[in-house]
T-cell receptor, first 113, second 108 residues
C-alpha cells in the first residue's frame, strides 16, 4: 500500500516552461488536493477535488491547472512557470469530507530560474 | 487555507524534557489535527481532537482544545532526538486551515 505518490521529487525549470506534477493515491479516497509550502507560510491550498470530474480552486490557483479523470490521479499543471512558483508542492488525499486525516505525498521541490 | 498561528515558531529543548506547542485559530471548527513534518518530507498525521472534546492522549502526546479561546496545545512528554521536526496544527471548518508551524529541535 503506497499511499500518496508524487513525482518528480525535484525539478528545475526555466521561466515560461510548462510541466506537470503527478499525484496518485491507492486508498480510494474521493478527496484530493494540492498545496504549496513556502518558508514561514505553512501550506496554502492551490486546487482541490471532491471526486472524479470535479475540481475547484483554492487560495492560490493562478498559474496552475488541474484535472481529475480518475479517482486515483490528480495531476497539477504549471502552464508557464514563473520564479514565484519556486516552492515545495504537496499532494494530499482524504476519505471523508473534513472528518478525517489528510494523507500527504513526500513533496515535489520545484525551482524556476 | 492559512488561518492558524502557532507559538513558539521555534523551540529547542534537551532530550527527556517536555515540549509544548500552542495553536490559535480563527473560525469555528469540526475538529483540530496535529501533524509532524520531518525535514524534506511530507506531513504525517499525529492526532485528531473533535470540537466536543477537551483533551486527548496518544502515547507521549497530549492535546488540549479550548473552543472558547479558539486555541489548542500539543504536549510531547519525555522528548527524544527523533522528535526533532516541524509541527503543524490544522483546524477543520469548511476547509482545512494550516498553522504556520513550530520547529522543534531536541538536543541529545
Amino acid at each position: 500500500n503506497a499511499g500518496v505518490t508524487q513525482t518528480p521529487k525535484f525539478q528545475v525549470l526555466k521561466t515560461g516552461q510548462s510541466m506537470t506534477l503527478q499525484c496518485a493515491q491507492d486508498m480510494n479516497h474521493e478527496y484530493m488536493s494540492w498545496y504549496r509550502q513556502d518558508p514561514g507560510m505553512g501550506l496554502r491550498l492551490i486546487h482541490y477535488s471532491v471526486g472524479a470530474g470535479i475540481t475547484d480552486q483554492g487560495e492560490v490557483p493562478n498559474g496552475y491547472n488541474v484535472s481529475r479523470s480518475t479517482t486515483e490521479d490528480f495531476p497539477l499543471r504549471l502552464l508557464s512557470a514563473a520564479p514565484s512558483q519556486t516552492s515545495v508542492y504537496f499532494c494530499a488525499s482524504w476519505r471523508s469530507a473534513l472528518a478525517g486525516e489528510l494523507f500527504f505525498g513526500e513533496g515535489s521541490r520545484l525551482t524556476v530560474l | 487555507s492559512q488561518q492558524g498561528e502557532e507559538d513558539p515558531q521555534a523551540l529547542s529543548i534537551q532530550e527527556g524534557e517536555n515540549a509544548t506547542m500552542n495553536c490559535s485559530y480563527k473560525t469555528s471548527i469540526n475538529n483540530l489535527q496535529w501533524y509532524r513534518q520531518n525535514s524534506g518530507r511530507g506531513l504525517v498525521h499525529l492526532i485528531l481532537i473533535r470540537s466536543n472534546e477537551r483533551e486527548k492522549h496518544s502515547g507521549r502526546l497530549r492535546v488540549t482544545l479550548d473552543t472558547s479561546k479558539k486555541s489548542s496545545s500539543l504536549l510531547i512528554t519525555a522528548s527524544r532526538a527523533a522528535d526533532t521536526a516541524s509541527y503543524f496544527c490544522v483546524s477543520t471548518g469548511n476547509q482545512f486551515y494550516f498553522g504556520t508551524g513550530t520547529s522543534l529541535t531536541v538536543i541529545p
